[in-house]
Each structure stands twice: as C-alpha cells, then as structure tokens.
C-alpha cells in the first residue's frame, strides 16, 4: 500500500476514534457491550448471536432515523455489488423504544413491522433503553458502529456521517468482508 495512501487511513481512524470518544460511544478497539434487544415478532437478537460476524448497528429514534439514509443507500448498493459483503456483514437496526409503554407497545410493534416490510430488514426494538445506555448512544443523532467477528468496536459515530466517514465506514466494511473470505 502507498504511503500517502497508510497515512491517510491512519488520519481518517484517529479523527473517527476521536469524534466517537467525544460523544461517549464506545471506544474504537474496545469490546462492544453485551446487549439484547426483540423484533416486534419476539425474535431476540443479542451481541452473543452475531459474535462470528461483522455487523453494523445502526441504532436510532423515530426522529433521527433518516440522518442517515444516503449512508445506508450507499451500504445497500455495496451489498448488493459485493457477494464477501452480502455473505460477511449483518445489519442489526435497533430503535430506541423506551418511551413505549403498557398503551402504545402495541402500536410501536405495528409500526416496527411496517417500518421493516418497507425497508426489507428486521428492525429490534431496545424497550428498556438499557442498550442505549451500555453503549452511549447519543439520543438525538443516529448512532452507526461497526463491530468485527470478534466483537470489537471498529467504527463508532453519532449524527449524520459526512462523505468521509461514509467512504471509511464502506471501506472498513469492504475489508473486513475480505478477512473474512481468506479465513
């Protein structure tokens, strides 16, 4: 690899380690945080189900779920361009559900089924508020981390992603689908 090339890879982690321990998300390098949360249908989905696999979590609000949609757009594109990507990386959409109580838990579940449907994924609900917590998630901004088949914190960032974050996110995303073909 091109030095001009490694040293801009080095700049682009420690600005996104920066800008996510600045926001309290969990530490780039460190291990994710256990969590559990459930799909409308009772599906639970837990860090311990995706250990073997590089996921991407993207965990939002009502509000905030469309600060970014381009960065999804693009995600979907590269899994449907790259067979490695498609096979390596599971999306694991979480909502913020806490503020759903014994009245309006039925409404938040149809709401998430329709929600999924129309965006062709399961969608998990945190009821509790307990994984926004654990992970620090930034309440009024949508929170995208990448985490690698061995559970560590790779990327980690709260609110709209600029065009850089974007290309390094599908870049790591790109590579650790590839460690994972050569294993």
Known sequence: ?????????AVV???LCIAATALGLPELGAPAPAFAVVSPDGVELSLASLRGGTFALFYETRETVEQNREFKKEFGRLRDESEAVRA?????AVV???AANVLTRGVWRSKLRENARREGLTIYADWSGRMAADYAMMPEASNVLIVDAQGVVRFARAGPLS???RRAALELL????AER???
Do not use: C, H, K, Y
Request: net charge positive; no cysteine; proline share 7%.
């Open 1 to 9: 690899m091109p030095p001009a090339r490694t040293f801009r890879r």
């Open 181 to 183: 073909t050569q294993r």
């Open 88 to 92: 390596g990386v599971r999306i694991a």
């Open 96 to 98: 913020n559900a806490s």
């Open 174 to 177: 790109r590579a650790l689908a």
């Open 163 to 165: 065009e850089t974050d």
């Open 13 to 15: 982690a420690g600005l």
